[in-house]
């Protein structure tokens, strides 16, 4: 008997609670199984336990590490792909963003839709696996 496949692992590290809470909720309903974290300690501690197919990371979390040395500290370990989300837009956030590790960059605001397929054009990718 076939088992069927099992859903792709998303972990969505964000501060905000609602913005954390709204991806999950979405992304839980289309198959996807979710982890949240709240900051770069709780991402880093649950990333011990599992190692995800995909990573959501905001790059304003204060206190602590922000996202880009949150990245920075998984590529010591993981190539996991890391898709950064924030409100600053300039080419230089971006270019640090990527300089850190990053695969993708997500600007906010941003439609749930819009994760969803970035996350799925990811996961997708012939050269991932």
Request: with cysteine.
């Amino acid at each position: 008997m076939d088992q069927a496949p099992r859903p792709w692992v998303v972990m969505v590290v964000d501060d905000d609670a609602l913005i954390r809470r709204a991806i999950s909720i979405y992304l839980t309903t289309r198959s996807y199984e979710v982890i949240e974290a709240v900051n770069a300690a709780d991402c880093l501690t649950k990333l011990c336990k599992k190692i995800p197919d995909i990573i959501l990371l905001d790059v304003m979390m204060p206190p602590g590490p922000d996202g880009r040395e949150t990245c920075h500290r998984i590529r010591e370990f993981s190539e996991v792909p890391i898709i950064l989300l924030t409100a600053r837009a300039q080419e230089t956030d971006r270019t640090q963003g990527i300089a850190a590790g990053a695969n993708g960059y997500i600007t906010k605001p941003m439609s749930l839709k819009e994760v969803e397929e970035r996350v799925r054009a990811f996961l997708s990718s012939p050269t991932l696996g």
